[in-house]
T-cell receptor
Framework: DVKVTQSSRYLVKRTGEKVFLECVQDMDHENMFWYRQDPGLGLRLIYFSYDVKMKEKGDIPEGYSVSREKKERFSLILESASTNQTSMYLC????????????FGQGTRLTVV | RKEVEQDPGPFNVPEGATVAFNCTYSNSASQSFFWYRQDCRKEPKLLMSVYSSGNEDGRFTAQLNRASQYISLLIRDSKLSDSATYLCVVPSGGSYIPTFGRGTSLIVHP
C-alpha cells in the first residue's frame, strides 16, 4: 500500500527557531510537494521537487526552504519560525506522468509561539 | 481568475439524497483531473480520477466538460459517512503539479 510518512503529527516551536519537517515516501515517486493548509485558504503549494537535488518554488515559498538529498525524502525547513507559520503542513508525492494523483502524508500541525 | 474554483458550501443534504458539486478551472491545457476527499483534521485522500469519458465508481460519478472547463462530482444515495470536504485537483505547470480548489463541504444528516 502507498505510504507517505511525516515525521511528526504535532509540533510546538518558539519564534525564531529553525524547524525541520521531514517526509518520506516508499513509492519511488519522482515528484514530492509541500503544502500548507489554513482555514478558508485551502492547500497552498510551498515548494516541490521533481528529482533528487531539484527544487522549485511554489506559490508561497517565503520563509521556507527545502532539501531533497534522496529520492524518498523531502524536507521542509523553516529558517526562523514566525507565528504566521502556524499551520497544517502536508507532504505529498506523485509520479511524473501525472496518472494516479498525489498521495499525502498524515500532516504536521505546527504551532509557533 | 483563480486557477481552480469551487463553491465552499456547505451542502447540507438528508441521507439518500443526490448531490452534485462543480469545479471550474482556468488552464485549458490541463489533461488529468481528480477529486479528493478530506475528513476533518485528516489528510486529503484520492477519491477518483476524472476521465474525458466520465468515471463512475459505485455511488460516485465524475464528469469532465472541456468546453466549459469544469469537472463535476455526483454522489447518489448519500450516506452519513459521505460527510467531508471534497477537493478538486487540476494539474498546472509543464509537469504534474497538483493545484487544489478550496474544497466543498458536504454534510449529510439523518
Amino acid at each position: 500500500d502507498v505510504k507517505v510518512t511525516q515525521s511528526s503529527r504535532y509540533l510546538v516551536k518558539r519564534t525564531g527557531e529553525k524547524v525541520f519537517l521531514e517526509c518520506v515516501q516508499d513509492m519511488d515517486h519522482e515528484n514530492m510537494f509541500w503544502y500548507r493548509q489554513d482555514p478558508g485558504l485551502g492547500l497552498r503549494l510551498i515548494y516541490f521537487s521533481y528529482d533528487v537535488k531539484m527544487k522549485e518554488k511554489g506559490d508561497i515559498p517565503e520563509g521556507y526552504s527545502v532539501s531533497r538529498e534522496k529520492k524518498e525524502r523531502f524536507s521542509l525547513i523553516l529558517e526562523s519560525a514566525s507565528t504566521n507559520q502556524t499551520s497544517m503542513y502536508l507532504c505529498a508525492s506523485s509520479l511524473t506522468t501525472g496518472g494516479g494523483g498525489a498521495f499525502f502524508g498524515q500532516g504536521t500541525r505546527l504551532t509557533v509561539v | 481568475r483563480k486557477e481552480v474554483e469551487q463553491d465552499p458550501g456547505p451542502f447540507n443534504v438528508p441521507e439518500g439524497a443526490t448531490v452534485a458539486f462543480n469545479c471550474t478551472y482556468s488552464n485549458s491545457a490541463s489533461q488529468s483531473f481528480f477529486w479528493y476527499r478530506q475528513d476533518c483534521r485528516k489528510e486529503p485522500k484520492l477519491l477518483m480520477s476524472v476521465y474525458s469519458s466520465g468515471n463512475e465508481d459505485g455511488r460516485f460519478t465524475a464528469q469532465l466538460n472541456r468546453a466549459s472547463q469544469y469537472i463535476s462530482l455526483l454522489i447518489r444515495d448519500s450516506k452519513l459517512s459521505d460527510s467531508a470536504t471534497y477537493l478538486c485537483v487540476v494539474p498546472s505547470g509543464g509537469s504534474y503539479i497538483p493545484t487544489f480548489g478550496r474544497g466543498t463541504s458536504l454534510i449529510v444528516h439523518p
